[in-house]
């Protein structure tokens, strides 16, 4: 039942998409970042894609655009998985929000946004979630010191 799926999955993100692979029950795409919502709100409208899995990134610190920011989606009506890629630069690591889409993007977007720096624009939270406020740096880029003390914080009984 997948290969129709990603059948005409292929053919219809083949204007947009800057590269497309196959593998078993899953298409995997590379799409320009100024194209990535338009991207998602068809996958969401148009071929039933309801679920966001997970929103994360990859550091490339030898290539420019330096990030790929990675999605994956998946169809509770037709099983099958799409990854979805696309790349910002260190100069301007932002892409547009999939909140509007799918509410369980404003949590996965605020992890990536506090472990990498990317900037997920129309976020309405971005507050850190995982690290404390007032921790310094992105420790998931590959440049992030590993021995890097942070300033210490008052610790608060409540």
Known sequence: MAAPVLD????SFATIAETIER???????????????????????????????????????????????????????HHVRVRVKTRVPLSDPAVGTLTPLYGSARFMERECHEMYGVVFSGNPDLRPILLYEGFVGHPLRKDYPKSREQPLVPYRIR
Request: net charge negative; proline share 7%.
């Open 8 to 11: 005409r999955l292929q053919d």
């Open 23 to 77: 593998s078993p029950g899953m298409l995997a795409m590379v799409v320009p970042r100024e194209t990535l919502v338009d991207c998602a709100t068809r996958l969401a409208g148009e071929h039933a894609f309801d679920l966001l899995l997970d929103v994360t990134a990859v550091d490339w610190p030898e290539r420019e655009p330096r990030f790929d920011v990675v999605y994956h989606f998946y169809s509770t009506t």
